[in-house]
Nanobody
Framework: QVQLVESGGGLVQPGGSLRLSCAAS????????MGWYRQPPGKDRELVAR???????NYADNVKGRFTISRDNAKNTVYLQMNSLKPEDTAVYYC??????????WGQGTQVTVSS
């Protein structure tokens, strides 16, 4: 069993930056797919960024060039650096771990609010 805990959310002005962290209670393997998702108010959860095995990384089109996902397997932590934040980035951000294409773990989420 793996528990994921997100942190780093908060209130930021448009154009600002935040760095989210997702700490796992257990070991993160290089083969694990780690991802950040978000759920804006009244909308479905959507993929933001994903870091797969072999160093593959994918971003949603609306965050490309602004957000960066990274992982430190030695610290069992995944990060999401968010720059040039926009009001439409306001959402609850969730960390997800996919192991062996079967087991899925979610964090509890962290709120990000972009507003002046």
């Amino acid at each position: 069993q793996v528990q994921l805990v997100e942190s780093g959310g908060g209130l930021v002005q448009p154009g600002g930056s935040l760095r989210l962290s997702c700490a796992a209670s257990g070991i993160i393997f290089s083969s694990d797919v780690m991802g950040w998702y978000r759920q804006p108010p009244g909308k479905d959860r959507e993929l933001v960024a994903r870091s797969g095995s072999g160093g593959s990384i994918n971003y949603a089109d609306n965050v490309k060039g602004r957000f960066t996902i990274s992982r430190d397997n030695a610290k069992n932590t995944v990060y999401l650096q968010m720059n040039s934040l926009k009001p439409e980035d306001t959402a609850v951000y969730y960390c997800k771990l996919l192991r062996n294409s079967i087991r899925i773990y979610w964090g509890q989420g962290t709120q990000v609010t972009v507003s002046s």
